[in-house]
């Protein structure tokens, strides 16, 4: 997988992970607070439900709960409106805080305070338990409206029946003693007495059909007597308490068009801030692994920098950073072979130039004390040891400006047939005086001409001084290397777009391990060879600049005991790389 591909999925992992995971903490804390706004509104009417429903049991009216719902407004913060089945409002919060009603939210609960009475225990005659019943509840909710309208405290206790039973509150006799006495003198009418018998008689007569309100008969097979006549005597309580009992009523919580639900922001921001976090440390941890080639190719460039030429980075894959990898490596190899190259040339040319100096200082020092006489044999060797030191100059300046692309080159159109008969000719007295033949083939050894089968010769753009200086560097090597009676060809002809020129030898070669290091400088392929037979080292590095210079190639290939040929390629003109 490429590096580009790498960090794209990891910019796509890390948006996408948290466009998700944000949405989702944000999706499920939104549903949280939903969830808990819902559960709070059914628990706060549940609440005040519970609270006026009991107020209303305890109390026997809807008098003087004025305080017990602005109480409950206070906790709860929800506008109660409570109001009878008949409509007519109870007591409105929104009246209490004296401002325009407001239009009735869909939160409701039934308050039904009347006692229900309980008739499956009830032993004896049940009919006049249930007449006592009702003379009971109605003379005793008289007594605590009473004192419930005078502010005296009412408590309920469930009889027998599981009626209440309304007394005082503890203090309402310490205080209120009087007030006490009056409510107390409540008494239920002979006419009340009259209509509750009444109507228990008729569930006597005929439980199934007595008339009632509340309660109508219902449909399917009929329940046995008994208990239809128990269900009759307990319609008959609920219809003649429900004139003096608290009437039903509806509670209702908040208003139409208030915000059932206000988002909270800071467990949404908490949520994204930690989705952020995680987001990070993981983009972090993913960018680490990702870009940890890069830093370790960091690192090993700054090493490098600070002259370690033996650092190098691991590779692996084949991506963009494992080829940045394997060209770091070959750059710093190429430093390296070029600090070594670097180091053996200033070995050599002080090795080089360190023979003939001395010999020069020997002679002279010599001459000076006497020890010699001055001969012309003297002189000549002397003029040959400062020949070779200019020689050795003369090829490390050209091989400098050669390298920098500084070396002067003059070129025109040269026939290479006319080049190599001229180096020919200038080197056959060489050739001969080692017993070597210098040839080119199928030709006369004087007047040949080089030019190929076809009748037309090669023709390159080039300076020819400098293709003779190459032509005699290969020549000269190739006559040292053949011992007398070898041979030394001189060839020419076409390589497609290319000229080629080749010399081969019949020498001693040149082992293949060694072959790589040919045109390395001041390399000789017998280091037993010195300057005077094997020359200074320099002449094949400056063959192979110069040839690159002209658009060229230069290779070698030798066998030893067989011999060796160089082969050198140079664009003809008349094709783009010509000229």
């Not at 205080?175 to 008689?201: H, Y």
């Not at 360190?354 to 004390?369: K, V």
């Not at 044999?377 to 300046?397: K, N, P, T």
């Not at 190459?470 to 030394?488: C, D, K, Q, W, Y």
């Amino acid at each position: 997988m490429s590096f580009r591909l790498r960090v794209l999925l990891l910019v796509v992992l890390v948006a996408v992970t948290a466009t998700v995971a944000t949405g989702w903490l944000t999706l499920r804390q939104a549903s949280q607070q939903f969830s808990d706004s819902a559960t709070v509104d059914r628990s706060q009417l549940a609440l005040i439900s519970d609270r006026l429903r009991d107020y209303g049991e305890q109390h026997g009216t809807w008098e003087g709960v004025v305080g017990l719902i602005q109480d409950l407004h206070g906790q709860t913060g929800q506008r109660i409106h409570l109001v009878s089945e008949s409509g007519i409002v109870i007591v409105d919060t929104d009246t209490l805080r004296q401002q325009d009603a407001r239009p009735l939210g869909s939160a409701s609960s039934l308050l039904d305070p009347r006692p229900q009475i309980s008739l499956s225990g009830a032993t004896g005659n049940v009919a006049e338990a249930v007449i006592d019943a009702i003379i009971n509840y109605r003379r005793e909710v008289r007594v605590a409206a009473c004192l419930t309208r005078n502010g005296v405290g009412v408590a309920a206790f469930p009889d027998s029946l599981g009626l209440p039973r309304f007394v005082p509150s503890a203090d309402a006799r310490t205080f209120a003693d009087r007030t006490v006495d009056t409510c107390e003198r409540a008494e239920v009418t002979p006419e009340e007495r009259k209509a509750a018998i009444l109507r228990v008689a008729r569930c006597a007569q005929d439980p199934l059909t007595a008339p009632t309100q509340d309660f109508p008969p219902q449909p399917g097979r009929a329940p046995p007597v008994e208990d239809s006549r128990l269900d009759c005597l307990a319609r008959a309580f609920t219809e003649q308490i429900s004139d003096v009992a608290p009437v039903p009523a509806v509670v209702y919580l908040g208003a139409r068009g208030d915000p059932a639900f206000t988002l909270a922001v800071g467990p949404l921001l908490a949520a994204a801030a930690g989705m952020a976090l995680v987001v990070i440390v993981g983009t972090v941890l993913l960018s680490h692994r990702v870009l940890r080639p890069i830093g370790i190719l960091t690192a090993a460039a700054h090493r490098l920098g600070r002259g370690d030429l033996d650092s190098r980075v691991p590779v692996h894959g084949n991506d963009e950073l494992a080829e940045l990898g394997r060209s770091f490596n070959r750059m710093a190899e190429s430093l390296r072979r070029g600090e070594e190259r670097q180091r053996r040339l200033v070995a050599d040319v002080a090795h080089e130039l360190r023979t003939p100096l001395a010999n020069l200082r020997g002679y002279l020092e010599a001459l000076s004390d006497g020890v010699i006489r001055p001969s012309p044999e003297l002189f000549a060797s002397l003029h040959e040891e400062a020949v070779l030191q200019q020689r050795i100059v003369d090829d490390l300046q050209d091989l400098a400006l050669a390298e920098a692309g500084n070396l002067a080159y003059y070129r025109v159109e040269v026939d290479l047939a006319d080049l190599l008969e001229t180096c020919h000719v200038a080197h056959r007295a060489l050739a001969e005086s080692a017993g070597v033949a210098l040839t080119l083939p199928h030709h006369p050894p004087l007047h040949d001409d080089p030019r190929p089968a076809d009748g037309s010769s090669p023709l390159v753009y080039a300076d020819p001084d400098r293709l003779r200086q190459t032509m005699g560097n290969l020549i000269t090597n190739a006559l040292r290397a053949t011992p007398s009676g070898g041979t030394v060809s001189l060839r020419l002809d076409r390589d497609g777009t290319c000229a080629r020129i080749q010399v081969v030898d019949t020498g001693i070669g040149i082992e293949s391990a060694a072959l790589p290091h040919i045109f390395d400088r001041f390399w000789r392929a017998d280091p037993a060879r010195g300057r005077h037979t094997g020359g200074g080292g320099l002449g094949l590095a400056i063959v192979r600049q110069i040839i690159n210079d002209h658009g060229g190639t230069i290779s070698v290939t030798s066998e030893v005991g067989v011999g060796t040929t160089f082969t050198i390629r140079l664009p003809e003109i008349g094709h783009p790389a010509g000229r």
